[in-house]
């Protein structure tokens, strides 16, 4: 049964908004047709240790520690000093403090690089690959195995920005923002198709105050979990420190989720080329699209435009069930 459903390895640095994606890749609505068979990670919401903890803090609320959890990179290709921990806290997931400790000794000894390029070469043009921070484990896979960036079904990139407004940087989405270098390194070199969730699709699209209670008051585990870890962010846009209408809740990594769970959610998109800027004082890190098409480039991303965003909703609620 597991060989007909589609296989997914999720690249994360779990953080809030990645742990509701792990959540909606898990969902058991979706369990006769996707099937999880990794999650690795790596620094950025907060350092890779810690992100191997918040991962099997969701997989055990889930009931699901029969995934394997891989252990990647510590530090982006050049290191930097970026922060989020005004965001989702300390440990990524909100400071919540009555949440059990997962045994780190279920991290696997196996490197996420090294499990990522060894499943890319057993199962080649079968997995679609997860990618919701910053991509530095992929790029280097990239680096180690030369045919690594064509041997997947697709890659779901949350990141990236077009319009040179930024979230933690001036101009820059933070994913890319983060490591520049790796996500040039894999727009660059994969060619397996690019599905890219950029930073303004995830600004068209608002959760309400009202409809997230909804879901998190539903009386579950996961629901009761997600109430928790998202109390301090769900708190800064009542503050109105994002600069939204407080009654408004953003999304990222949790739309890249749905869109590998259920492809039928997407309604248009736009075959591109894409590259990232490296030198700029003020750019590093934005993505930079040809959109008249003057270089002549391979269109090497698939940029999502619209998707139909009550079944998004409904895909949501289901998940915390």
């Known amino acids: 049964m597991a060989d007909l459903k589609e296989k997914v390895i999720i690249d994360t640095d779990c953080g809030v908004d990645d742990a509701q994606a792990i959540v909606i890749a898990l969902s058991k609505q979706f369990s006769d047709t996707i099937y999880v068979i990794g999650i ?4 950025g919401n907060v350092f890779v240790d810690q992100v191997t903890i918040n991962v099997l803090k969701v997989l055990t609320v889930l009931g699901r520690l029969d995934i394997p959890v891989y252990k990647g990179c510590e530090k982006p290709l050049i290191p930097s000093d970026l922060d989020t921990t005004h965001i989702f806290g300390e440990d990524g997931l909100g400071n919540v403090k009555d949440i059990p400790e997962p045994d780190p000794s279920m991290v696997q000894s196996e490197s996420a690089v090294n499990f990522l390029t060894r499943i890319s070469q057993e199962k080649p043009g079968k997995i679609t690959l997860l990618a919701i921070g910053p991509l530095t484990n992929i790029a280097l896979a990239c680096r180690l195995q030369p045919n690594f960036g064509k041997c997947f079904k697709k890659l779901v990139i949350m990141g990236g920005n077009y319009q040179g407004i ?6 820059a989405e933070f994913n890319f923002h983060f490591d520049p270098e790796a996500a040039l390194v894999v727009l660059s070199e994969f ?4 599905i890219m969730i950029t930073l303004e699709f995830c600004r068209k699209y608002f959760m309400s105050q009202k409809f997230l209670e909804n879901c998190l008051n539903q009386g579950t585990a996961c629901s009761h979990f997600l109430q928790k870890i998202t109390a301090r962010s769900r708190q800064l846009h009542t503050d109105g420190k ?24 997407v309604i248009s998109s736009e075959h591109v080329f894409a590259t990232v800027e490296l030198e700029g004082k003020y750019t590093r890190g934005q993505m930079v699209i040809d959109w008249r098409d003057v ?3 391979r269109k090497n991303v698939s940029i999502i435009k619209e998707i139909n965003f009550e079944l998004y909703k409904s895909i949501f609620h289901k998940a915390l069930q």
């Open 295 to 297: 270089l002549k480039k």
């Open 191 to 194: 060619t397996s198709p690019i």
């Open 166 to 171: 930024g979230n933690t940087a001036l101009c």
């Open 242 to 265: 994002y600069g939204l209408p407080i009654d408004k809740i953003t999304i990222y990594d949790e739309l890249a989720a749905a869109v590998v769970v259920s492809p039928s959610i």
């Open 40 to 43: 690795t990670c790596c620094s």
